[in-house]
């Protein structure tokens, strides 16, 4: 009988750092590679996600066909492009992108318009979301920890307000 294989984690070793932004995060893992640490040791971790949708504005069924317009136009011309490569002279590639670029918006401004109908105004707005973390956390494995916490202890800071980590 075969024992079944561990799975890798994701995380891996102890909390040498804490961060408020990724950047410093990643600051202080590329601080340690240019000082020759071997950062494949190194794992940032994000907690406290939160998510984040800004409202945009007002959707509306004419708002949804030209959005539906712009994505199909480029998909249409996509296609005309991979078709005209089958083309015999130079006019013809253009004619056929154009042709392309013109049946994908009026498609996409149909489907668009219709996708939108479909909603019965429950969701009349645009938005665009994103999830962000409150806390950056740097693991190191457990036999590079103690090396790495040193080597981050001595990282100049950065700016007037000094560094934003607590290290472990």
């Not at 066909?65 to 002279?89: D, P």
Request: proline share 3%.
């Amino acid at each position: 009988m075969t024992t079944p294989q561990e799975t890798p984690a994701l995380i891996r070793g102890q909390t040498i750092a804490s961060f408020t932004s990724y950047a410093e995060a990643q600051r202080a893992v590329d601080y340690l590679s240019d000082n020759g640490f071997p950062v494949e040791n190194i794992t940032i971790v994000g907690s406290d996600l939160k998510q984040v949708e800004r409202v945009l504005g007002r959707l509306t069924k004419w708002k949804a066909a030209l959005a539906g317009a712009g994505s199909g136009a480029w998909f249409g011309a996509l296609v005309g492009l991979l078709l005209s490569l089958f083309a015999e002279t130079g006019t013809d590639v253009l004619v056929i992108l154009l042709w392309g670029l013109l049946y994908g918006a009026i498609f996409g401004a149909v489907f668009g318009f219709i996708a939108h109908l479909f909603t019965f105004g429950e969701r009349d707005f645009s938005t665009f979301g994103l999830t962000v973390a409150t806390r950056y956390e740097v693991y190191c494995v457990p036999e590079h920890a103690a090396r790495a916490s040193e080597m981050l202890a001595k990282m100049p800071t950065r700016g007037t307000g000094g560094s934003a980590a607590t290290t472990a």
